[in-house]
């Protein structure tokens, strides 16, 4: 074998090892930004499955509440679904992020807190998600300004004196923080279960999905983002906002979430300045610090509201 034979093969090996690489980053890649969303309706059936869902069960959310459906424009061209639940006239409203993959019927377990406390209630379809419209699922980067129109909203066809906070799980409770970093409107916010950095959560969820321990493919996956899609994991990455934040955040996480790892919740809260709460939900994995501990749940956060003079 020649020398100029030996190089080739060299390069046509590397070349092989490059597209390999990168194919499997793109396909990491399509995994980030198009989540297989479970469909509206199992949404419902799995919210009455999982908390035991009576006084606002499928049946009586569907057709017995009073409500009003919100339809409206992002400023990205499509089109935001929610659902506002008015309660007797209030001017307190609870806005509710749900997680990846499901839809605004997975934060109905959270609804009759508020009701409860005095709360207006709005629940909405990220995009990408339910009934909303958008192609793509950006972690937070472009929901904050979906969140925004939603707040927006509110002030429009509530009133301009509400007083409003925010309630988002999962990813929901990463846009809520990013969010909050964008408005100052907000009163209060409750972040349940969300990640602090992507970077971080993808590398970790690479090693349990697929057994796979390589931050080369983040990077790749993190490139192939930025350039498909305008952003990448660090600008949708919460502890990037943290420190601007100065609206009260009380952090909730389940002390036994191995999806989104507990020192998460704990590095948020311990970056955060302001006034602040934590609170780890025992015997909780990953979103079921209220489907495994109820009361404790209600009790953290009408304690939390009383400490801000909320309700």
């Not at 909405?124 to 339910?130: E, F, L, T, V």
């Not at 409107?185 to 602090?196: L, M």
């Amino acid at each position: 074998m020649t020398n100029a034979e030996y190089y080739l093969i060299i390069a046509i090996t590397l070349f092989f090892i490059f597209v390999l690489v990168v194919g499997i980053g793109y396909y990491f890649n399509h995994i980030i930004v198009h989540p297989k969303a479970i469909p509206h309706k199992r949404c419902q059936e799995l919210e009455i499955e999982l908390n035991n869902i009576k006084y606002k069960d499928l049946k009586q959310f569907d057709e017995g509440l009073v409500k009003r459906n919100i339809k409206l424009k992002s400023i990205y061209g499509y089109d935001l679904h929610g659902v506002y639940i008015p309660n007797n006239h209030s001017k307190k409203i609870i806005i509710l992020a749900h997680g990846i993959t499901v839809s605004l019927y997975c934060s109905l377990k959270y609804l009759n807190i508020f009701l409860d406390n005095g709360f207006g209630v709005i629940l909405y379809d990220h995009r990408n998600h339910g009934l909303s419209g958008g192609k793509n699922t950006s972690f937070g980067y472009y929901e904050k300004f979906d969140l925004k129109s939603i707040t927006d909203w509110a002030y429009k066809h509530i009133g301009n004196h509400i007083t409003i906070g925010v309630h988002g799980e999962s990813m929901g409770a990463a846009t809520v923080l990013q969010y909050l970093a964008i408005d100052d409107r907000v009163s209060f916010a409750i972040e349940d279960c969300g990640y602090s950095n992507l970077n971080d959560l993808y590398e970790h969820r690479l090693k349990e999905d697929y057994k796979i321990k390589s931050r080369l493919l983040i990077k790749i996956a993190d490139i192939i983002t930025k350039t498909l899609y305008g952003w990448n994991f660090k600008q949708a990455s919460p502890d990037q906002y943290i420190q601007m934040i100065t609206t009260p955040v009380l952090f909730i996480h389940g002390e036994n979430d191995q999806y989104v790892p507990t020192n998460m919740g704990k590095d948020l809260f311990n970056l955060k300045p302001g006034i602040k709460k934590l609170y780890i939900a025992k015997n909780a994995g990953h979103a079921e610090a209220y489907t495994n501990n109820k009361k404790e749940y209600q009790k953290q956060i009408e304690s939390f509201l009383e400490s801000i003079n909320i309700i």
